[in-house]
């Protein structure tokens, strides 16, 4: 069945360090691919999306491109800050409904 | 504001005894599903609704009942058959159907503790 795969965390960074957290799927057909964060104690929010291979999506200077031919969606930021600490999942439409990855702590130090 | 409201934030239930968690949207969303979040895991999918008086049972359904009445509202009753019930839940709705050109909306979670 479809399936997301995401790096283990947490992935500790220092401030203005540059950011790639890596997602890949199985999927059958072309499913849309979703970064989704979560800050403490709340719930999900849509970080970015990609609707089709080699869509960019991007939102507050992150960036993830559709790459079907590795099955890849990695999140990419060239400069984080404290108040990027968060957990990331990446997500695939699948039927209806979304199949979300385990999901990446990511620690940013000042 | 138009959003997704969950309540309450904590709840503390006893064993053997029912819950149920509120759900409810005012974004005029077809869609709505609930997610269960355990420590280190992803969201894996309890139910789902596409549709006023439907539902499909997602990938952790036993355990768990929901009702789908109201546009609006997708209650979710966590019962005593479930083994392993503490952990967050999340409920979502969504525009349509399709998830391609629109996004899912998340509550801010009713994190359950069985005592």
């Known amino acids: 069945g479809n399936s997301v795969t995401q790096m283990e965390g947490p992935v500790t960074l220092s401030e203005e360090a540059f950011l790639t957290i890596n997602c890949t799927y199985t999927a059958t057909g072309y499913p849309s691919l979703f970064w989704y964060v979560q800050y403490p104690g709340e719930g999900l929010q849509l970080l970015l999306k990609?609707?089709?291979?080699?869509d960019k999506g991007s939102n507050k200077g992150f960036e993830a491109t559709y790459r079907k031919e590795t099955t890849s969606f990695h999140l990419e930021k060239g400069s984080v800050q404290v108040s990027d600490s968060a957990v990331y999942f990446c997500?695939?439409?699948?039927?209806?409904?979304?199949?979300f990855g385990s999901g990446t702590r990511l620690l940013v130090r000042p | 504001d138009g959003g997704i409201t969950q309540s309450p934030k904590y709840l503390f239930r006893k064993e053997g005894q029912n819950v149920t968690l509120s759900c409810e949207q005012n974004l005029n969303h077809d869609a709505m599903y609930w997610y269960r979040q355990d420590p280190g895991q992803g969201l894996r999918l309890i139910y789902y609704?596409?549709?006023?008086?439907?539902?499909q049972k997602g990938d952790i359904a036993e355990g768990y009942s929901v009702s789908r009445e109201k546009k609006e509202s997708f209650p979710l009753t966590v019962t005593s058959a479930q083994k392993n019930p503490t952990a967050f839940y999340l409920c979502?709705?969504?525009?349509?159907?399709?998830?391609?050109?629109?996004?899912?909306?998340f509550g801010q979670g009713t994190r359950l503790t069985v005592v």
């Open positions: 979502a709705s969504s525009k349509r159907q399709a998830w391609e050109n629109t996004e899912a909306f």
């Open positions: 997500a695939l439409d699948s039927s209806y409904k979304l199949i």
């Open positions: 990609a609707t089709k291979a080699d």
């Open positions: 609704s596409q549709i006023v008086n439907d539902f």
